[in-house]
């Protein structure tokens, strides 16, 4: 006899699975099988939770339990004490970085508490290569009411209505985008999922694709009903196997159910989908850079206008949005615009997936309500900053975004609040910073992105961007020059005016927001030759602090003579004669010398 | 596919593979501290399953816990109704599997012979 | 009312332009100058060297003139301090990673990023950061590419697959680094390059050059024991004018000739003479064809560049070109014989010159087939740019030179030799002497209207001795590749088709002076016609000295001495990916 009485999620998201979750999965199959349970247990492989950062995750229900960091020798023990015995096992809980208290179950984990999850709400949840749970879970349910039930135009409405903006990164209203190719003349058109997703540390598309593929492809059929096209590309980049892979799946399923194909829910409409295999580009994930790769030539930016509403792929009214934005439309159409918008701010509507990095204590995805601060996704949900250090600034919107510091920490976050600060929403990379990040350094790492990844079309993004870094890296080195501040607005406006598309208009952000913050640790590497955080390998500069009770024993043992100062009076240390060999720090006797400004 | 009602259907059909992901069915708790075990605890359990599942009854989900105690009235199962009072029964056989889900997960009624406590 | 117009204020002045004009088509009309360098009015615009920005009223940013858009109502500022700014730092970024050679560079006074910088009025480059390195690329006898000079204005992309259909170069790489090349990095030898030379004329710097052979000309012209002739294209008469400052298309063969003879060259000759000699052949050869069944259609084979891509792309069509050789190597394969001969000079001391429109002219000449005279027939290509500089060189002051005439007997050239040098030239040319040679009456409108013209694809019909004679006219080797298509399809009903590499034929050849356009293409046509409509003979098969020739010492066109000298052969190319 089977009876499935427990389902045990192990997630197999990228990140799980390279953490092992794959031999997890294994190993409890066959122990599941080995003890009989075969029957009345039931192993179901889920896509990303976004706390991949604890994984491998699993949730073991009818409890609910949600134990992280499983390894595959935890298995016969999760077997006998769990699923036999129905014990929770302690110490495979989350523990709050904070309290250290262990919590067994998901919804109770601060890192979940605070979110708002509707584009993730799948994900972790079902088995994204099984349609029926997608159903199961109310999917294709929107599909069906807005072709039998709406009209094209009526389902454009409610998409403007419901105040969704692009998840991509401008925030242009979708409703919108979508009115523009919808009246476009044109008897051929397509609908275009981004899913070129390539901000340093973002991932939540991926996690979508990965996790609930099914939720995107219902929302571009959607787009294509109330536009008028019948055939979609979805853009995806090569580097993620795993989303192509369940997206292939996805899309057959979906086929073989008749949500794609044709005469869709006996409305008579049609619509094919594809998958595009994107080569690695970053600047391919610009809508126009898009297009020109789908039709196979190199992905460079084109001016705009046309913009593609009126002459997209080859040629044709097309409709881009990304992967969040397209995970929106079903919920939209399902509880209609205005329960939607109950969500958010005034011209902001609906959640926001962020991807939380850096020295945070709870990394991973978080899905949140427009209109939350900084503070609460950096303490409540992040955890705050690792060892307990002091929080200095929280980088968001990837290589196009911009680096916000502490007395900003309460912004609520929207696309024009953002904006207004010098960041930016972009594809939701958040990157937290601690005290011993150098912020001339962030610049340079994010200015070294853009230029690699530059598509070389326009003066000012390739070859201006590449004097931005030459700078960067000379005042990180030591080396920066008297007017080299002025030099950088300069070129950065510049920049900002003249480049070509989004990528190139948007590069010179991180420098220009880090300049507008935190200018001083600008001017400290040029003038005194210090970098305030201790990063700068050629300007970690010693200091002596006010612990200094002028024992004179750092002068004495300094080689260069790089210490002034009068027995029993506190000592300084000369920074341009310093040749920062720390042997001053380990013969203190009262701790008063440090490493940085 | 080609109506809405259709996919409804399916649905709800579909519903009963992922419902016990829900927190809100019939529960029936069983213990499987080492005294339930060796009292026939699995059995009970089993006897329990088979019944639930030859009715076709959606919702009821399963769940095991450790011994509380009172292990000379072992096999114990718990009946929780949604919205009613956890009902402790003892000295459980998988003959009476039968009886607690006919009279008490599905008709509401409390097997009196065979409880042993009744809990908020 | 036209609805097609639009209203546009222009730093303050309303122009009325066509919904379908850009703000820098707006600006032009306004008479505002707006400064380009990857926009070029013959190809499509890409808005990449953001050296044409404007304010456009309610835009974010600047934009790109040459590719904006005009509306109805827009308000456009082209000379604010911002815009101002934003072109000067967009070319300080540009200078910031090119090398400061200017004195001694090829282009020095015709570049035009160097006009660009100088109208701009930059004065400082503020990096000195790193430069882009990369090698030459000259390993073919035709064009030098220097990626350190090149902007990536894109220009010869564009020229290469919009225009010619090739698509042999791209941008590769990313950043700064990025780089336009052949896939793979290739060189122009190795890559599917027919050597047509375009992208040297529309390369505003000296990224891509013609490879310089004027020092080798100069050597043998100081050596007392080398006897130099030079042969010149019938273009190349209406061109090289610019060169020296005149008005575009200034007929200067007398000039040339005479300045030919102050650099010292022994004799100066006509390539108008063998392209004679060529319609005898290829005429005859077409008649030949014609009447016995042959390869039908017949496609012309003097365009070089064309030759290169039939080998390399129609090697299974390679049969339907005329086995005929060019007027430049009948020219050579004459020149060092029959000249030698009656002349009484060992023709190993003969160093044959040739100056051409064309840099796929220097590949020709060194093709291993053409060596029928025991020797490389013709010795040293140049290019028409190359002789303006040469000129210039050897301080001749172009303007005021009294003209002088061709030598005898290879100076001698008819009318219908003059017309090689434009697009349907070839045709009209071999149309006058088909015709009379067919029918034995006298052609009395010598003018094949249907043929002329600037259009990439012309056809005509032509009754001969009662022979309906369908004939087409292709010039650029993208339409070239049309045709092709239609040929290998079985879907060009034509017997005879004449292919151009160039715009225009050799008129606008890659080794013409730039810049070029529609224009100044027009204008070097007119001129061509011209020199046809007042030449005293004009029909090849009338020219005196060719007649001669066949006469004293080759015998019949296609005869057994005909073939040796003045036929080749072709085979497939195996280049590129």
Sequence with gaps: MQFIRAHVLVCGGTGCMSSGSRQVQAGLEDEIARRGLDNEVKVVQTGCHGFCEMGPLMIIYPEGVFYVSVKAEDVPEIVETHLYKGRIIERLLYREPLSQKSIPSYDEINFYKKQRRIILSNCGHINPDEINEYIAAGGYEALGKALTLMTPAAVTEEVKKSGLRGRGGAGFPTGMKWQFARQSPGEKKYVVCNADEGDPGAFMDRSVLEGDPHRVIEGMIICGYAIGADEGYIYVRAEYPLAIKRLRTAIAQAEEMGFLGKDVFGSGFNFALHIKEGAGAFVCGEETALLQSIEGRRGMPRPRPPFPAVSGLWGKPTNINNVETFANIASIIVDGAEKYAEIGTEKSKGTKVFALTGKINNTGLAEVPMGITMREIIYDIGGGIVDGKKFKAVQIGGPSGGCLPEDMLDLTIDYDSLTAAGAMMGSGGLVVMDETTCMVDVAKFFLTFTQSESCGKCTPCREGTKRMLEILTRITNGEGREGDIALLEDLARGIKQTALCGLGQTAPNPVLSTLKYFRHEYEAHIKDHVCPAGACSNLTGYTITDDCRGCGMCKKVCPVGAIAGEIKERHVIKHKVCIKCGACEGKCPFKAIRKGA | MKSLEELKKLREKLQSDTKLRAADGIKVIVGMGTCGIAAGAREVMAALMEEVKKRGLAGVVFQQTGCIGMCEKEVLVDIILPGAPRITYGNVRPSDAGRLVAEHVINGQIVKDLVVAKSV | ?577
């Design chain 3, 1 to 577: 009312m036209d609805n097609d117009m639009v209203n546009v204020t222009i730093d303050g002045r309303k122009v009325s332009v066509h919904k379908s004009a850009s703000v820098l088509n707006a600006a032009n009309k306004a008479g505002a100058k707006v400064p380009t360098l990857c926009y070029h009015p013959e190809l499509r615009p890409e808005g990449a060297c953001r050296v044409c920005v404007v304010e456009v009223e309610g835009s974010r940013t600047l934009v790109a003139s040459c590719v904006y858009p005009v509306s109805e109502g827009m308000i456009v500022r082209t000379n604010t301090d911002a815009v101002r700014h934003a072109r000067r730092s967009v070319v300080e970024l540009m200078l910031a990673n090119h090398p400061p050679d200017c004195l001694v560079c090829v282009r020095n006074k015709n570049c035009e990023l160097q006009k660009v910088a100088a109208e701009l009025g930059l004065r400082e480059i503020r990096f000195d950061g790193e430069k882009k390195k990369h090698p030459l690329d000259a390993n073919n006898p035709s064009l030098v590419r220097d990626n350190e000079k090149c902007i990536l204005c894109g220009r010869c992309v564009r020229v290469c697959s919009e225009r010619q259909g090739v698509h042999v170069y791209s941008f590769t790489r990313r950043g700064f680094g990025t780089v336009v090349s052949p896939a793979f990095d290739a060189g122009l030898d190795e890559a599917a390059c027919t050597y047509c030379g375009q992208c040297s004329v529309v390369c505003p710097t000296a990224a891509i050059t013609e490879k310089d052979d004027a020092e080798a000309v100069w050597k043998a012209i100081s050596d007392p024991t080398k006897h130099v002739i030079i042969q010149t294209a019938p273009s190349v008469r209406v061109a090289l004018g610019e060169t020296q400052g005149l008005a575009p298309g200034a007929i200067v063969t007398g000039k040339m000739v005479a300045a030919l003879r102050r650099m010292g060259f022994d004799k100066v000759f006509d390539t108008n003479f063998s392209a004679d000699l060529t319609i005898m052949e290829e005429g005859s050869e077409f008649i030949h064809r014609l009447k016995n069944g042959g390869k039908l259609p017949m496609v012309t084979s003097c365009s070089p560049g064309w030759v290169n891509l039939a080998e390399m792309f129609y090697p299974d069509l390679l049969e339907h070109l005329s086995t005929a050789k060019s007027p430049q190597q009948m020219f050579g394969a004459v020149a060092k014989t029959y000249y030698a001969e009656k002349s009484g000079i060992d023709p190993k001391n003969i160093v044959s010159v040739s100056a051409m429109p064309c840099t796929a002219k220097k590949a020709e000449a060194v093709r291993p087939q053409m060596r029928s005279s025991g020797y490389q027939d013709v010795d040293i290509v140049i290019t028409t740019r190359e002789l303006g500089r040469m000129i210039k060189e050897a301080g001749i002051d172009f303007a005021q030179i009294e003209e002088e005439e061709f030598d005898a007997p290879m100076g001698i050239g008819s009318g219908a030799g003059a017309i090689f040098g434009a697009t349907g030239g070839v045709m009209e040319a071999a149309l006058r002497t088909a015709y009379e040679l067919l029918t034995g009456e006298e052609l009395k409108n010598l003018d094949f209207n249907d043929v002329r013209g600037l259009k990439g694809l012309k056809e005509a019909s032509v009754n001969i001795a009662g022979v309906e004679v369908k004939v087409a006219v292709v010039n650029t080797l993208g339409e070239a590749r049309q045709m092709m298509e239609r040929v290998r399809a079985k879907e060009a009903p034509y017997h005879f088709i004449e292919i151009m590499a160039c715009p225009g034929g050799c008129i606008s050849g890659g080794g013409q002076p730039a810049p070029v356009d529609g224009e100044i293409r027009m204008k070097r046509q007119a001129s061509i016609y011209e020199i046809d409509r007042c030449s005293a003979v004009r029909k090849s098969h009338e020219n005196p000295a060719v007649k001669t020739l066949y006469a004293e010492w080759l015998g019949q066109p296609l005869g057994e001495k005909a073939h040796k000298l003045l036929h080749t052969h072709y085979h497939a190319q195996h280049r590129g990916i």
